[in-house]
Protein backbone atom coordinates (compact mmCIF):
# COMPACT_ATOMS: atom_id res chain seq x y z
CA UNK A 1 0.00 0.00 0.00
CA UNK A 2 1.16 3.84 -0.67
CA UNK A 3 -0.15 6.49 2.18
CA UNK A 4 -0.72 9.86 0.85
CA UNK A 5 -1.54 12.68 3.60
CA UNK A 6 -3.81 15.56 2.59
CA UNK A 7 -2.93 19.17 3.45
CA UNK A 8 -4.85 21.91 4.62
CA UNK A 9 -3.43 25.26 5.80
CA UNK A 10 -0.39 25.80 6.59
CA UNK A 11 0.39 22.29 5.14
CA UNK A 12 -1.43 21.10 8.35
CA UNK A 13 -2.36 16.96 7.77
CA UNK A 14 -5.89 16.88 7.47
CA UNK A 15 -6.70 13.37 6.66
CA UNK A 16 -4.13 10.26 5.48
CA UNK A 17 -5.44 7.60 3.16
CA UNK A 18 -3.77 4.32 1.53
CA UNK A 19 -4.31 3.42 -2.36
CA UNK A 20 -2.85 0.27 -4.17
CA UNK A 21 0.99 0.40 -4.77
CA UNK A 22 -0.01 -0.57 -8.77
CA UNK A 23 -1.60 2.99 -8.72
CA UNK A 24 1.57 4.55 -8.44
CA UNK A 25 3.68 3.10 -10.39
CA UNK A 26 4.18 4.08 -13.93
CA UNK A 27 5.46 1.79 -17.28
CA UNK A 28 9.00 1.47 -15.83
CA UNK A 29 7.86 -0.19 -12.88
CA UNK A 30 9.55 3.08 -11.03
CA UNK A 31 6.90 4.54 -7.99
CA UNK A 32 5.63 8.26 -9.17
CA UNK A 33 4.01 10.30 -6.33
CA UNK A 34 2.11 12.24 -8.82
CA UNK A 35 0.23 9.42 -10.08
CA UNK A 36 -1.13 9.28 -6.44
CA UNK A 37 -1.83 12.68 -6.42
CA UNK A 38 -3.80 12.54 -10.05
CA UNK A 39 -5.83 9.33 -8.82
CA UNK A 40 -6.69 10.98 -5.75
CA UNK A 41 -8.00 14.38 -6.84
CA UNK A 42 -9.19 12.58 -9.41
CA UNK A 43 -11.41 10.34 -7.32
CA UNK A 44 -12.43 12.75 -4.95
CA UNK A 45 -13.20 15.35 -7.42
CA UNK A 46 -10.78 17.33 -5.78
CA UNK A 47 -7.70 19.45 -6.45
CA UNK A 48 -5.79 18.90 -2.95
CA UNK A 49 -2.18 18.74 -2.13
CA UNK A 50 -1.04 15.50 -1.24
CA UNK A 51 2.41 14.17 -0.08
CA UNK A 52 3.15 10.48 0.19
CA UNK A 53 4.13 9.10 3.43
CA UNK A 54 5.38 6.21 4.54
CA UNK A 55 5.31 3.64 7.88
CA UNK A 56 8.78 3.28 8.07
CA UNK A 57 10.01 6.59 7.51
CA UNK A 58 11.64 5.99 4.18
CA UNK A 59 9.75 9.11 2.80
CA UNK A 60 9.83 12.49 4.20
CA UNK A 61 11.24 11.25 7.94
CA UNK A 62 7.83 10.61 9.76
CA UNK A 63 4.76 8.86 8.96
CA UNK A 64 2.31 11.72 8.38
CA UNK A 65 -0.86 11.91 11.23
CA UNK A 66 -3.78 14.12 11.41
CA UNK A 67 -2.02 17.58 13.14
CA UNK A 68 1.50 16.75 11.48
CA UNK A 69 2.68 19.62 9.84
CA UNK A 70 4.31 19.32 6.35
CA UNK A 71 7.98 21.23 6.43
CA UNK A 72 8.64 21.69 2.94
CA UNK A 73 12.12 22.96 3.42
CA UNK A 74 12.98 20.01 5.51
CA UNK A 75 10.73 17.50 2.99
CA UNK A 76 9.50 15.92 6.47
CA UNK A 77 6.48 15.42 8.35
CA UNK A 78 7.06 17.08 11.88
CA UNK A 79 4.71 16.18 14.92
CA UNK A 80 2.76 18.86 17.04
CA UNK A 81 5.14 20.13 19.50
CA UNK A 82 3.99 18.67 23.10
CA UNK A 83 5.86 21.33 24.88
CA UNK A 84 6.79 24.40 24.61
CA UNK A 85 10.14 23.82 26.05
CA UNK A 86 11.13 20.85 23.61
CA UNK A 87 13.77 20.90 21.09
CA UNK A 88 13.58 19.79 17.28
CA UNK A 89 15.72 17.32 16.49
CA UNK A 90 16.82 18.29 12.90
CA UNK A 91 18.24 14.74 12.11
CA UNK A 92 15.12 13.16 12.84
CA UNK A 93 12.05 15.91 13.18
CA UNK A 94 11.05 14.66 15.94
CA UNK A 95 10.51 16.79 19.50
CA UNK A 96 12.71 16.34 22.19
CA UNK A 97 12.85 17.42 25.96
CA UNK A 98 15.52 19.53 26.90
CA UNK A 99 16.54 16.91 29.63
CA UNK A 100 17.14 13.10 28.68
CA UNK A 101 14.71 10.56 29.77
CA UNK A 102 16.81 8.56 32.91
CA UNK A 103 17.62 5.60 31.21
CA UNK A 104 15.76 3.23 33.26
CA UNK A 105 13.21 0.62 33.27
CA UNK A 106 10.61 2.99 35.26
CA UNK A 107 8.14 5.24 33.82
CA UNK A 108 8.03 8.77 33.63
CA UNK A 109 6.38 11.58 33.00
CA UNK A 110 7.41 14.94 31.44
CA UNK A 111 7.05 17.78 34.12
CA UNK A 112 7.25 20.85 31.95
CA UNK A 113 6.93 23.26 34.99
CA UNK A 114 9.81 21.95 36.84
CA UNK A 115 11.52 21.32 32.95
CA UNK A 116 12.16 17.73 34.69
CA UNK A 117 11.13 13.80 34.02
CA UNK A 118 8.68 12.68 37.14
CA UNK A 119 8.36 9.07 37.97
CA UNK A 120 5.08 7.22 37.65
CA UNK A 121 4.12 5.61 41.08
CA UNK A 122 1.49 2.79 40.24
Do not use: H
Request: glycine letters at 6%; hydrophobic letters at 30%.
Amino acid sequence: MAYFAKLGTGNIVEQVISINNAIITDSNGVEQEQLGNDFINKLYNTRDVWKQTSYNGNIRKNYAGVGYKYDQTRDAFIPPKPYNSWILNETTCLWEAPVALPDTENRYRWNEENQTWDLINE
